[in-house]
Protein backbone atom coordinates (compact mmCIF):
# COMPACT_ATOMS: atom_id res chain seq x y z
CA UNK A 1 0.00 0.00 0.00
CA UNK A 2 1.69 3.65 -0.73
CA UNK A 3 2.21 5.71 2.09
CA UNK A 4 1.74 2.88 4.59
CA UNK A 5 5.29 3.22 6.03
CA UNK A 6 4.61 6.88 6.18
CA UNK A 7 1.30 6.18 8.49
CA UNK A 8 3.46 3.97 10.65
CA UNK A 9 5.89 6.31 11.18
CA UNK A 10 3.43 8.93 12.37
CA UNK A 11 1.68 6.90 14.28
CA UNK A 12 5.09 5.60 16.21
CA UNK A 13 5.51 9.27 16.65
CA UNK A 14 2.54 10.01 18.05
CA UNK A 15 2.55 6.94 20.81
CA UNK A 16 5.92 8.38 21.70
CA UNK A 17 4.36 11.83 22.16
CA UNK A 18 1.57 10.48 24.27
CA UNK A 19 4.38 8.26 26.38
CA UNK A 20 6.01 11.41 27.13
CA UNK A 21 3.22 12.95 28.98
CA UNK A 22 1.71 10.05 30.69
CA UNK A 23 5.11 9.51 32.40
CA UNK A 24 4.82 12.42 33.94
CA UNK A 25 1.64 11.97 34.72
CA UNK A 26 2.64 8.94 36.58
CA UNK A 27 5.44 10.65 38.17
CA UNK A 28 3.42 13.59 39.02
CA UNK A 29 5.16 16.34 37.45
CA UNK A 30 7.94 15.54 40.17
CA UNK A 31 10.59 14.63 36.99
CA UNK A 32 11.43 18.24 37.10
CA UNK A 33 11.12 19.85 40.43
CA UNK A 34 13.75 21.32 42.09
CA UNK A 35 12.77 20.10 45.48
CA UNK A 36 12.92 16.44 44.58
CA UNK A 37 16.59 14.53 43.59
CA UNK A 38 15.13 12.02 41.46
CA UNK A 39 17.85 12.67 38.39
CA UNK A 40 18.54 9.21 38.63
CA UNK A 41 14.86 7.81 38.16
CA UNK A 42 14.81 9.63 35.08
CA UNK A 43 17.44 8.31 33.29
CA UNK A 44 16.66 5.03 34.55
CA UNK A 45 16.33 1.73 32.23
CA UNK A 46 12.26 2.19 33.28
CA UNK A 47 12.11 5.52 32.53
CA UNK A 48 9.90 6.34 29.15
CA UNK A 49 9.23 9.03 26.52
CA UNK A 50 11.37 12.11 26.22
CA UNK A 51 12.95 13.70 29.54
CA UNK A 52 15.54 16.83 29.42
CA UNK A 53 18.30 17.59 31.65
CA UNK A 54 18.80 20.50 33.47
CA UNK A 55 21.90 22.09 32.99
CA UNK A 56 24.06 23.50 34.27
CA UNK A 57 22.44 22.30 37.39
CA UNK A 58 22.00 18.38 36.35
CA UNK A 59 25.02 16.98 34.33
CA UNK A 60 25.04 13.30 32.26
CA UNK A 61 27.48 10.86 33.82
CA UNK A 62 30.61 10.83 31.55
CA UNK A 63 31.96 7.06 30.47
CA UNK A 64 35.35 6.02 31.61
CA UNK A 65 36.40 5.93 28.54
CA UNK A 66 35.04 9.29 27.39
CA UNK A 67 38.16 11.47 26.49
CA UNK A 68 38.25 15.80 25.98
CA UNK A 69 41.75 17.59 26.99
CA UNK A 70 44.60 15.42 28.45
CA UNK A 71 46.26 16.14 31.80
CA UNK A 72 49.58 15.14 33.53
CA UNK A 73 49.44 12.34 36.14
CA UNK A 74 51.69 13.56 39.29
CA UNK A 75 51.93 11.65 42.58
CA UNK A 76 49.14 12.32 45.26
CA UNK A 77 50.47 15.70 47.08
CA UNK A 78 50.46 13.44 50.35
CA UNK A 79 53.06 10.73 48.99
CA UNK A 80 55.19 9.71 51.70
CA UNK A 81 57.95 9.19 49.30
CA UNK A 82 57.27 11.34 46.10
CA UNK A 83 54.88 14.64 46.77
CA UNK A 84 53.82 15.55 43.53
CA UNK A 85 56.84 14.22 41.53
CA UNK A 86 55.95 14.05 37.96
CA UNK A 87 55.25 10.80 35.94
CA UNK A 88 56.37 12.59 32.92
CA UNK A 89 59.94 12.26 31.89
CA UNK A 90 59.97 14.90 29.02
CA UNK A 91 60.79 12.09 26.66
CA UNK A 92 58.67 13.93 23.89
CA UNK A 93 57.04 11.09 22.06
CA UNK A 94 53.23 12.43 23.08
CA UNK A 95 54.43 15.73 21.21
CA UNK A 96 55.96 13.54 18.33
CA UNK A 97 52.84 11.65 17.42
CA UNK A 98 50.43 14.36 18.15
CA UNK A 99 48.45 14.33 14.83
CA UNK A 100 47.68 18.74 15.43
CA UNK A 101 50.68 19.25 17.06
CA UNK A 102 49.29 21.01 19.83
CA UNK A 103 51.66 19.71 22.65
CA UNK A 104 55.10 21.82 23.50
CA UNK A 105 57.74 20.46 25.97
CA UNK A 106 60.88 21.84 27.75
CA UNK A 107 63.30 19.52 29.87
CA UNK A 108 64.46 20.62 32.77
CA UNK A 109 68.51 20.51 33.55
CA UNK A 110 70.33 20.55 36.34
CA UNK A 111 71.63 23.98 37.32
CA UNK A 112 74.67 22.49 38.79
CA UNK A 113 75.76 20.29 36.64
CA UNK A 114 74.11 21.21 33.67
CA UNK A 115 72.80 17.74 32.34
CA UNK A 116 69.30 16.96 31.36
CA UNK A 117 66.78 15.78 33.76
CA UNK A 118 63.89 13.11 33.39
CA UNK A 119 60.78 15.83 34.15
CA UNK A 120 59.61 18.44 32.19
CA UNK A 121 60.46 22.18 32.94
CA UNK A 122 56.97 23.16 30.91
CA UNK A 123 54.36 21.52 29.08
CA UNK A 124 51.85 23.37 26.91
CA UNK A 125 49.19 22.19 25.09
CA UNK A 126 46.75 24.83 23.22
CA UNK A 127 43.19 23.20 23.62
CA UNK A 128 41.64 24.94 20.64
CA UNK A 129 43.95 22.58 18.12
CA UNK A 130 43.63 19.96 20.35
CA UNK A 131 41.39 17.00 18.57
CA UNK A 132 40.65 14.96 22.00
CA UNK A 133 42.35 11.46 19.66
CA UNK A 134 44.04 10.54 22.78
CA UNK A 135 47.16 9.30 21.10
CA UNK A 136 49.42 10.99 23.08
CA UNK A 137 47.82 9.33 26.38
CA UNK A 138 48.28 5.93 24.56
CA UNK A 139 51.47 6.31 23.65
CA UNK A 140 53.28 7.44 26.61
CA UNK A 141 55.38 4.55 28.21
CA UNK A 142 55.04 5.96 31.70
CA UNK A 143 51.04 6.34 31.69
CA UNK A 144 51.82 10.04 32.42
CA UNK A 145 49.22 11.87 30.49
CA UNK A 146 45.28 10.91 30.45
CA UNK A 147 42.22 11.79 28.88
CA UNK A 148 40.51 14.49 31.14
CA UNK A 149 36.55 14.74 31.39
CA UNK A 150 35.92 17.72 32.10
CA UNK A 151 34.74 19.57 28.88
CA UNK A 152 33.29 22.87 30.33
CA UNK A 153 36.27 24.82 28.94
CA UNK A 154 34.11 27.83 27.26
CA UNK A 155 35.86 31.48 28.06
CA UNK A 156 36.03 34.95 26.11
CA UNK A 157 39.88 34.54 26.21
CA UNK A 158 41.58 32.01 24.47
CA UNK A 159 45.23 33.41 24.18
CA UNK A 160 45.46 33.17 27.68
CA UNK A 161 42.98 30.78 28.86
CA UNK A 162 42.57 28.42 26.11
CA UNK A 163 46.95 27.13 26.55
CA UNK A 164 47.42 25.20 29.50
CA UNK A 165 50.72 24.91 30.92
CA UNK A 166 51.78 22.24 33.32
CA UNK A 167 50.52 23.86 36.67
CA UNK A 168 46.96 23.10 35.27
CA UNK A 169 47.70 20.38 33.19
CA UNK A 170 49.16 18.35 36.40
CA UNK A 171 46.50 16.25 38.50
CA UNK A 172 47.22 14.21 41.26
CA UNK A 173 47.03 10.29 40.83
CA UNK A 174 43.82 9.81 42.96
CA UNK A 175 42.18 12.08 40.94
CA UNK A 176 42.44 9.66 37.66
CA UNK A 177 41.18 6.70 40.11
CA UNK A 178 38.11 9.43 40.55
CA UNK A 179 36.98 9.51 36.89
CA UNK A 180 38.32 6.04 35.29
CA UNK A 181 38.37 3.75 38.31
CA UNK A 182 38.42 0.22 36.05
CA UNK A 183 40.58 1.87 34.01
CA UNK A 184 43.31 2.81 36.68
CA UNK A 185 42.80 -0.81 38.46
CA UNK A 186 43.99 -2.56 35.12
CA UNK A 187 46.87 -0.34 34.07
CA UNK A 188 47.88 -0.33 37.59
CA UNK A 189 47.93 -4.81 37.54
CA UNK A 190 49.41 -4.14 34.38
CA UNK A 191 52.63 -1.87 35.73
CA UNK A 192 52.77 -3.81 38.41
CA UNK A 193 51.59 -1.40 41.46
CA UNK A 194 50.39 1.82 41.75
CA UNK A 195 53.40 3.50 42.10
CA UNK A 196 55.87 4.87 38.50
CA UNK A 197 58.01 2.37 37.25
CA UNK A 198 60.95 4.75 38.52
CA UNK A 199 59.43 4.35 41.86
CA UNK A 200 59.19 0.78 41.38
CA UNK A 201 63.31 0.43 40.36
CA UNK A 202 64.15 2.08 43.58
CA UNK A 203 61.70 0.18 45.81
CA UNK A 204 63.84 -2.78 44.02
CA UNK A 205 67.18 -1.56 44.54
CA UNK A 206 66.90 -0.77 48.30
CA UNK A 207 67.89 2.01 50.31
CA UNK A 208 70.58 4.39 48.69
CA UNK A 209 73.97 4.04 50.22
CA UNK A 210 75.70 7.42 51.75
CA UNK A 211 78.32 7.70 48.44
CA UNK A 212 74.92 7.41 46.46
CA UNK A 213 72.95 10.17 47.66
CA UNK A 214 75.92 12.33 48.01
CA UNK A 215 75.76 15.71 45.76
CA UNK A 216 76.75 15.28 41.99
CA UNK A 217 77.92 18.65 41.52
CA UNK A 218 81.72 18.56 42.14
CA UNK A 219 83.00 21.39 44.72
CA UNK A 220 85.66 24.28 43.87
CA UNK A 221 88.40 22.20 45.89
CA UNK A 222 87.27 18.62 43.42
CA UNK A 223 87.51 21.09 40.09
CA UNK A 224 90.56 22.22 41.36
CA UNK A 225 92.51 18.83 41.61
CA UNK A 226 91.00 17.72 38.30
CA UNK A 227 92.24 20.34 36.78
CA UNK A 228 95.88 19.65 38.49
CA UNK A 229 96.08 15.74 37.10
CA UNK A 230 95.13 16.62 34.13
CA UNK A 231 97.99 19.45 33.46
CA UNK A 232 100.27 16.93 35.20
CA UNK A 233 99.06 14.02 32.33
CA UNK A 234 99.43 16.97 29.34
CA UNK A 235 102.80 17.67 30.84
CA UNK A 236 105.99 16.47 28.62
CA UNK A 237 107.88 13.53 30.35
CA UNK A 238 111.58 13.01 31.00
CA UNK A 239 113.08 10.64 28.64
CA UNK A 240 113.65 7.49 30.70
CA UNK A 241 116.91 6.99 32.03
CA UNK A 242 119.07 3.98 30.32
CA UNK A 243 118.86 0.60 32.42
CA UNK A 244 122.35 -1.25 32.84
CA UNK A 245 122.37 -4.71 31.84
CA UNK A 246 124.51 -6.66 34.03
CA UNK A 247 127.52 -8.68 32.54
CA UNK A 248 126.30 -7.15 29.09
CA UNK A 249 129.13 -8.01 26.61
CA UNK A 250 130.90 -4.97 25.47
CA UNK A 251 130.86 -4.53 21.75
CA UNK A 252 132.52 -2.06 19.48
CA UNK A 253 129.93 0.35 19.23
CA UNK A 254 129.48 1.02 23.12
CA UNK A 255 133.24 0.38 24.61
CA UNK A 256 133.64 3.95 24.90
CA UNK A 257 132.76 5.14 28.51
CA UNK A 258 129.53 6.47 28.99
CA UNK A 259 127.97 5.14 25.17
CA UNK A 260 124.07 4.91 24.88
CA UNK A 261 122.87 1.16 23.87
CA UNK A 262 120.85 2.71 20.80
CA UNK A 263 124.19 4.14 19.73
CA UNK A 264 125.30 2.64 16.12
CA UNK A 265 127.82 3.48 13.00
CA UNK A 266 127.18 5.36 10.08
CA UNK A 267 127.07 2.53 7.75
CA UNK A 268 124.56 0.83 9.90
CA UNK A 269 122.17 3.50 9.57
CA UNK A 270 123.05 3.74 5.92
CA UNK A 271 121.92 -0.70 5.77
CA UNK A 272 119.10 -0.02 7.86
CA UNK A 273 117.61 2.48 5.24
CA UNK A 274 118.44 0.77 2.31
CA UNK A 275 116.76 -1.71 3.72
CA UNK A 276 113.46 -0.10 4.28
CA UNK A 277 113.49 1.47 0.58
CA UNK A 278 113.94 -1.97 -0.28
CA UNK A 279 110.55 -2.99 1.60
CA UNK A 280 108.88 0.10 -0.03
CA UNK A 281 109.55 -0.53 -3.18
CA UNK A 282 108.76 -4.63 -2.77
CA UNK A 283 105.18 -3.41 -1.71
CA UNK A 284 104.67 -0.47 -4.33
CA UNK A 285 105.83 -3.41 -7.04
CA UNK A 286 102.83 -5.62 -5.54
CA UNK A 287 100.12 -3.29 -5.44
CA UNK A 288 101.34 -2.77 -9.11
CA UNK A 289 102.12 1.10 -9.04
Known sequence: MTGSGFIKGMLLTLRHFIQTYLDDLRYGFKKYSPAVDNFNERQGT?????????????????????RFIPFLVVEDYDHPDRPGKDWCTSCGICAKVCPPQCIWIVRSNDPATGRPVPEPEAFFIDIDICMNCGFC?????????????????ASYDRTTNHIF???????????????AP?????????RGGWDHKDAQKEARRGPKKAEEVAPTAPSAAT????????????????????TAVAEAPKSASNT???????????????KRKAAALARKAARAAKRGE
Open 46 to 66: RAEGAFTVQYPEEKLAMPERF
Open 165 to 179: DKPKLSKELKYWKTI
Open 223 to 242: REEVRARKAEADAPKPAPAP
Open 256 to 270: AEGAKPWTESEDEKE
Open 182 to 190: TRAVAEAQA
Open 137 to 153: AEYCPFDAIKMDHDYEL
